[in-house]
């Protein structure tokens, strides 16, 4: 969604003036100032590292460029921690307080990205606050891309329209500005990215340290009818401690990280992995089924823990161990569903991770559907719904409706419980089908071992940003005399306490 007519540059200069800025006139409100951006650049930070970090890349030496380096705060952080820093900025005044700020030792271009050598290459190029002030976002984009190493990695800041203001403030939206030429909501700016050539994006609530003091000067520059006099109400009545005190929010902004796609060539690997225990009957089919698979441009790789079954389950996964796409771990004891997961997950080298069981509920054939959603539409995170289409297909056992239907319900409980904490609108949280870019979990630490996995890697991964799309899949339940292994009275309460757990606690 863009402006139309854009402001021409005549007015664009006049408005990115000495005062562009909030608490810049005088040294103390510059210094206050400071302190809350630089709290700000060092939580960005930390979410970039875990990103590199996470795809086994390191921070230290990296060459780090960032377009509209304000006052330098940013820049100042990175280079603390190591990152071989470059900045861009198109105000004159910032560029020169900047320079004051930062010193001789780093270089600091006036201008825009399209003065930078067209031989430049950077690891990382971030970009907070500025995508919204560009006149051709797809096109900065693009340049971006041409400036950045294979697999480069971009981390930028834009208001949402998405967020709990914009909602809150309607058409007197705070982001609403002149110099604002574009605005983006999550699905808008992945599908820009997915555009330009980039692809592994998250999107992160964008948490800025700020304090009262600034709010309201935020609002004294942009004057906003009710918000503005109550925020100046508001400073008369505090002590100066209290409107200086500094607090972690997200307020009207999303992080954008993501990758620069080299692979418009290149086949996709997925990894499959398969937990194992007391399944002897569908074990050989599920292995074989797997192995059998072909999808267009993909290399499948499987991956099967095997929890020491007792039925003869653990002797059919070593008839594989020759092939060389299947990678087996055989635990000594069983510890749960989860724990198999996720010793399968650290040994997982696809750009796509897809679990399957071994029990044939689901069907092969859907495959196709899931990575499909993934490679055309920059997908990060899909579930397989086995609500899609017209029929029912959910825990319809035969013999037992009276299990059925208290199993649907509390399905449907949960399910409800999740898509109001979360914010998110599913249908089928607890399929089997989680299929996510393996790059989505890059720093995530799991540690639920039964069923409550599955809660742990949804949660956690829609925490991070990835909400999930929902692709239609074919199921055919079984029933627990056919060996479903759900406890079907103690379950329950620990998906409760992991929805709970997740909601509320920092992950």
């Given at each position: 969604m863009g402006t139309s007519p854009q402001p021409s540059d005549e007015t664009l200069g006049k408005i990115y003036g000495a005062n562009y800025f909030p608490l810049s006139s005088t040294p103390e409100e510059e210094k206050h100032s400071r302190s809350l951006k630089d709290a700000t650049a060092r939580n960005?930070?930390?979410?970039?590292?875990?990103?590199?970090?996470?795809?086994?890349?390191?921070?230290?030496?990296?060459?780090?460029?960032?377009?509209?380096?304000?006052?330098?705060?940013?820049?100042?952080?990175?280079?603390?921690?190591?990152?071989?820093?470059?900045?861009?900025?198109?105000?004159?005044?910032?560029?020169?307080?900047?320079?004051?700020?930062?010193?001789?030792?780093?270089?600091?271009?006036r201008g825009e990205i399209s003065d930078l050598s067209p031989s430049e290459r950077f690891d990382v190029v971030v970009f907070n606050d500025v995508l919204e002030h560009v006149r051709d976002p797809q096109g900065f984009l693009e340049r971006v891309h041409s400036a950045m190493h294979d697999e480069g990695v971009i981390l930028c800041?834009?208001?949402?329209?998405?967020?709990?203001?914009?909602r809150l403030q309607g058409t007197k939206w705070v982001e609403f500005k002149l110099e604002h030429l574009f605005y983006f909501s999550r699905a808008n700016a992945r599908r820009l990215l997915v555009k330009a050539g980039f692809e592994d994006i998250a999107v992160l609530p964008a948490k800025k340290t700020l304090?009262?003091?600034?709010?309201?000067?935020?609002?004294?520059?942009?004057?906003?009818?009710?918000?503005?006099?109550l925020l100046h109400r508001i400073q008369r009545i505090v002590p100066r401690a209290v409107s200086e005190?500094?607090?972690?929010?997200?307020?009207?902004?999303?992080?954008?990280?993501?990758?620069?796609?080299?692979?418009?060539?290149?086949?996709?690997?997925?990894?499959?992995?398969?937990?194992?225990?007391?399944?002897?009957?569908?074990?050989?089919?599920?292995?074989?089924?797997v192995l059998a698979k072909q999808i267009r441009d993909c290399i499948i790789d499987l991956i099967i823990i095997e929890s020491n079954s007792t039925d003869g389950s653990r002797e059919i996964v070593e008839e594989f161990r020759e092939n060389p796409r299947v990678q087996i771990i055989l635990e000594d004891r069983p510890r749960g569903k989860g724990h198999a997961i996720r010793q399968g997950f650290e040994i997982a080298r696809g750009d796509i991770v897809l679990i399957q069981d071994a029990d044939l509920e689901y069907d092969f054939e859907d495959y196709d559907a899931l990575i499909e959603a993934m490679r055309n539409g920059g997908e990060t995170f899909v579930l397989g719904s086995r609500h899609g289409?017209?029929?029912?297909?959910?825990?319809?056992?035969?013999?037992?409706?009276?299990?059925?239907?208290?199993?649907?319900?509390?399905h449907w409980i949960l399910t409800f419980l999740i898509n109001v904490l979360f914010r998110v609108r599913l249908t089928d949280p607890f399929t089997m089908f989680k299929v996510?870019?393996?790059?989505?979990?890059?720093?995530?630490?799991?540690?639920?071992?039964?069923?409550?996995?599955?809660?742990?890697?949804?949660?956690?991964?829609?925490?991070?940003?990835?909400k999930p799309i929902e692709v239609p899949v074919n199921y055919t339940a079984r029933s627990f005399t056919e060996g479903k292994k759900v406890r079907f009275f103690r379950d329950p309460l620990t998906w409760v306490w992991a929805i709970l757990e997740f909601r509320f606690t920092k992950i």
């Open positions: 960005y930070l930390d979410v970039l590292d875990a990103y590199l970090k996470g795809s086994g890349r390191p921070t230290h030496g990296v060459r780090l460029l960032e377009i509209g380096i304000g006052f330098g705060d940013f820049l100042s952080a990175a280079r603390e921690r190591g990152y071989d820093v470059t900045g861009i900025e198109y105000s004159e005044t910032s560029a020169n307080r900047a320079a004051q700020h930062l010193g001789e030792s780093i270089r600091i271009i800041a834009v208001p949402s329209l998405d967020s709990r203001t914009a304090s009262l003091k600034y709010i309201a000067a935020h609002f004294d520059l942009h004057p906003r009818p009710y918000w503005t006099p005190h500094p607090f972690e929010v997200v307020a009207s902004g999303i992080l954008l990280l993501a990758r620069k796609s080299v692979r418009l060539q290149k086949q996709l690997r997925l990894s499959v992995v398969m937990a194992v225990f007391n399944e002897a009957a569908t074990t050989r089919t599920a292995i074989e089924g289409g017209e029929k029912f297909k959910v825990r319809q056992f035969e013999g037992t409706p009276i299990v059925a239907f208290l199993a649907n319900s509390v996510f870019r393996r790059s989505a979990i890059y720093g995530l630490t799991f540690h639920k071992n039964r069923f409550d996995f599955d809660y742990e890697l949804l949660l956690k991964l829609i925490r991070r940003g990835h």
